[in-house]
């Protein structure tokens, strides 16, 4: 039984849960890009290669989307508040491990359940705050949540720069270990369990082929580089899990007559553009936060607590401009903000293009504010396009799968980008050696001296690679662009 019935007027139990809700959303959402003002110090300590590097971030964004479709389910199935405390210790788990780790792999591997952990948080943690609240304040509290998520995903890193540059990494983590503590003790004191469904509805099958496929997919980008690609067996092993699960889920999906995905979605133009923008949306956001940091630190030379405080202008002007977009939508076309959304963070990422390893950190702290703006107006524009047209029965797995596509496109972006890096990186490298030859150098003769050369051109090559990332993101914002000119302007839902 619910133990804030929706006419109930609020209550000092209601207010805690709904707080620590809130607290267990923030946490779950910082705790992703917590690490990547530290990436440096961590790669260091655990002896961890760039290519392993980028797994602390695809590792983490693969499990939640392998538990976040799973999530509702789990709850009415064995019941809300047995499944919140199991995240809650799975959680407080792996970021115990996390800080315990002394290898690439246990890093990982604490990751991995943190993700796991983050997929049931997130959407479980929504609905227990929307049950201590009148209906009349439940619509504008989704707003108010989306903006906590995104307000953790781009504060996490000038947090986690600070307490690395004062404390080293591992703290990072401790830091969260009693608040999740906290989260329990006030979950199992004050949350009434609902009674619990023996046998809920779910696709299990048309899931599990979806999950399978973006996790072959997931697995081929993150692994290829190292595996040398397709002469690895373990790589074609991959690329059949992505084609089997894919090809399954299309045939299940056409043939089946149940299905986690209704075919009304796919008829309705305004969501499938929407979602595809959304995964755009996402691809760019944290890619961009993974190319921005590494930069500053490694290539520029920023400490970690500066690297972290860089990262707040993009933070401030998302957050702002998605509760100012919020509140403007009433009073105009949506498309239009998506139009400028997109538009702004394409200039944004054109500004990234003109990075010098000479400049200060203005250019930064512009072009991020800038793309921060231009994403915020994207996101909640998005949301109201591609809902207002949907039968209200679709609503609930249609926010499933629009935000489901936001997390693979994230995953999905750090992993094409890392692989982009690697290789321009390598063959910039190689270019610029070919020019160094005795006759250009004849006073470079000491080993010491050729370190030094080496050591700066492997600088300028990675600068130049980064570049070559920035550009990527320009085109798939680019690509994405005509898709706002056939919206259609939202209408009231049937």
């Known amino acids: 039984m619910n133990a804030f019935p929706a006419d109930a007027p609020a209550t000092a139990d209601a207010r805690s849960l709904r707080f620590v809700a809130l607290l267990a959303t923030y946490l779950q959402s910082a705790n992703l890009p917590l690490p990547n003002a530290a990436l440096r110090l961590i790669q260091g300590s655990l002896s961890m290669s760039d290519d392993q590097a980028g797994w602390i971030f695809t590792a983490y964004l693969a499990a939640t989307a392998i538990t976040t479709p799973v999530a509702q389910w789990l709850a009415a199935r064995f019941g809300q508040k047995r499944v919140y405390q199991a995240a809650l210790v799975l959680f407080g788990l792996g970021l115990w491990l996390g800080t315990l780790a002394t ?11 943190q993700g796991a952990a983050s997929g049931v948080l997130a959407p479980l943690s929504m609905a227990i ?91 081929l980008l993150d692994r290829g580089e190292r595996l040398e690609w397709f002469d690895s067996v373990e790589i074609w092993m991959h690329a059949l899990a992505c084609s089997l699960g894919l090809y399954l889920f299309v045939v299940h999906r056409m043939t089946a007559t149940t299905h986690f995905l209704s075919k009304g979605l796919f008829s309705d133009r305004n969501y499938v553009l929407s979602t595809i923008i959304f995964f755009a949306f996402g691809f760019v956001l944290l890619s961009t936060m993974a190319l921005t940091s590494p930069m500053l630190d490694e290539i520029l030379g920023y400490p970690p607590d500066t690297t972290g405080l860089l990262t707040l202008p993009r933070g401030v002007g998302l957050v702002g401009a998605f509760l100012l977009t919020g509140r403007l939508l009433g009073r105009f076309d949506p498309r239009f903000f998506i139009a400028a959304g997109v538009a702004l963070t394409a200039y944004a990422n054109w500004l990234m293009l003109g990075y010098s390893p000479l400049m200060d950190w203005t250019p930064v702290a512009v072009s991020g504010a800038i793309q921060g703006v231009g994403l915020g107006m994207l996101m909640p524009a998005l949301g109201k396009v591609a809902f207002s047209t949907l039968d209200a029965t679709l609503r609930p797995q249609a926010t499933a799968f629009f935000n489901l596509m ?38 470079v003769t000491s080993l010491s001296a050729f370190e030094g050369l080496n050591h700066l051109v492997t600088h300028q090559a990675a600068f130049v690679a980064v570049m070559g990332q920035f550009k990527i993101l320009l085109v798939v914002m680019l690509v994405v662009s005509p898709l706002v000119l056939f919206l259609r302007k939202p209408v009231a839902a049937n």
Not at 413 to 429: E, W
Request: proline share 7%.
């Open 103 to 113: 290898t690439p792999m246990q890093f990982v591997g604490a990751r991995i359940l």
């Open 406 to 443: 936001r997390v693979y496109g994230s995953t999905l972006g750090v992993a094409v980008v890392q692989i982009f890096f690697f290789n321009n990186t390598q063959a910039m490298h190689a270019a610029l050696v070919s020019q160094l030859t005795p006759n250009r150098l004849p006073s």
């Open 129 to 219: 705050a929307l049950d201590t609240l009148p209906p009349a304040r439940r619509a504008t509290f989704g707003v108010q949540w989306t903006a906590l998520v995104l307000f953790g995903i781009v504060s996490a890193p000038s947090i986690g720069g600070w307490i690395c540059e004062h404390f080293g990494w591992r703290p990072m983590f401790y830091l969260s270990l009693p608040l999740t503590a906290y989260i329990l003790l006030v979950i199992t004191l004050l949350l009434e369990e609902k009674k619990a469904d023996k046998r809920p509805p779910f696709d299990f099958f048309g899931v599990g082929t979806f999950t399978l496929g973006m996790i072959g997919l997931q697995m």
